[in-house]
């Protein structure tokens, strides 16, 4: 049984026209902006083998019936990524796409389990140039809409203000008094008692089955990201190779890779990547990945061999996810990610 569902309201969704139709300008906008420097719109299909191998991403499952009757198990895909640089090993350059995804165990004010992605891919450039593209969407978006500034949950950010570069280890250096490279290895693994001390020096909780990448996450989430984004955009860079599964390594420091995410105002709005193109790299860290999801949530995804097969032939690129309906929502002035989703998802009573 569900709930009543109150967007479709009359007096509801006057209440939320104008946040719909500033969505509505900024997707047109956007495509012209793509358009004018020659990428070419796609269209990936969202049901996949593998909806993507991150251990913390939670797919919705399907299954697809033969001719003859038997269930093959398919999944919504979290990310139109594996789709995008099927195109890039086909032959693509430079490419985007306004894809729907979905996300399992996500609601709230920034998450709703259907939403819409943002991707591009830039083939033989780097992601330097990424960093551009998102400096000049940001003014874009403001243009488009008609505000002066974002504005969410009591914090301000000039979108027209060049972004600040900030690398992973200088947040945790300035935001948590962290010495984080100094808990990864020259190889790039990591040393969970270097940073589980400098946590308890600092008294940061720390549990005695707390990972790694589980205190790294306590620290980006409650000691980092509040400062992020505050005033002007931050673009959070050279996360820790063990932190970024899809992407290169930095050639300056094999520790830490090529990606980088962008806030505003505290709120992330897209993650970017170098691509990694090495296929055996590549399954490595998705195996690792899958492990970690088994030993956490007791499930694991299969892996997209078409996927891992493509980056034999996939050139160099750079690419980026852009949660559209956050970046619609701080341009709009909307309060929550639901205001700008046209037609959100039924909420099930107990």
């Not at 729907?100 to 033989?124: D, I, K, Q, S």
């Not at 001390?197 to 205190?215: H, K, P």
């Amino acid at each position: 049984m569900t709930s009543a569902s109150p967007w479709w309201q009359p007096h509801i969704h006057a209440d939320r026209r104008p946040f719909l139709m500033g969505r509505n300008k900024l997707m047109v906008a956007f495509r012209a902006w793509f358009a004018e420097r020659d990428f070419v719109e796609v269209e990936t299909a969202a049901l996949q083998v593998s909806p993507g191998n991150e251990a913390h991403l939670h797919a919705f499952e399907t299954q697809a019936l033969t001719i003859d009757g038997r269930a093959l198990p398919f999944y919504l895909h979290t990310s139109p990524e594996f789709a995008a640089k099927k195109l890039l090993a086909a032959g693509e350059k430079r490419l985007c796409t306004f894809a729907h995804v979905w996300r399992n165990r996500e609601r709230g004010p920034l998450h709703h389990p259907e939403f819409t992605m943002l991707e591009w891919y830039r083939a033989g450039e780097t992601y330097d140039q990424l960093m551009s593209d998102c400096a000049d969407l940001l003014a874009l978006a403001v243009r488009t809409t008609g505000i002066d500034r974002f504005r969410f949950a009591g914090h301000e950010c000039d979108p027209f203000a060049e972004p600040e570069r900030l690398t992973v280890a200088d947040a945790f250096t300035r935001h948590a008094q962290i010495d984080l490279l100094a808990t990864i290895l020259p190889d790039g693994t990591t040393d969970r008692e270097a940073l589980a001390a400098q946590m308890r020096t600092l008294g940061l909780s720390v549990s005695d089955d707390d990972t790694w990448a589980d205190l790294f996450s306590k620290v980006i989430v409650g000691k980092v990201e509040p400062h992020l984004g505050q005033g002007r955009a931050t673009i959070l860079c050279e996360y820790p190779v063990a932190e970024a599964a899809l992407a290169r390594r930095a050639p300056h420091d094999a520790r830490v890779a090529e990606r980088f995410e962008l806030y505003a105002c505290g709120v992330e709005i897209a993650n970017a990547f170098g691509e990694l193109t090495d296929a055996a790299e590549q399954r490595r860290r998705f195996e690792m990945e899958m492990a970690e999801k088994a030993r956490i949530y007791g499930e694991r995804y299969p892996l997209d061999e078409d996927f891992l097969d493509a980056l034999a032939i996939m050139p160099d690129a750079s690419g980026i996810a852009l949660g559209f309906d956050r970046l619609a929502m701080l341009a709009t002035g909307a309060r929550r990610i639901e205001d700008v989703i046209w037609t959100t998802v039924a909420e099930y009573a107990p």
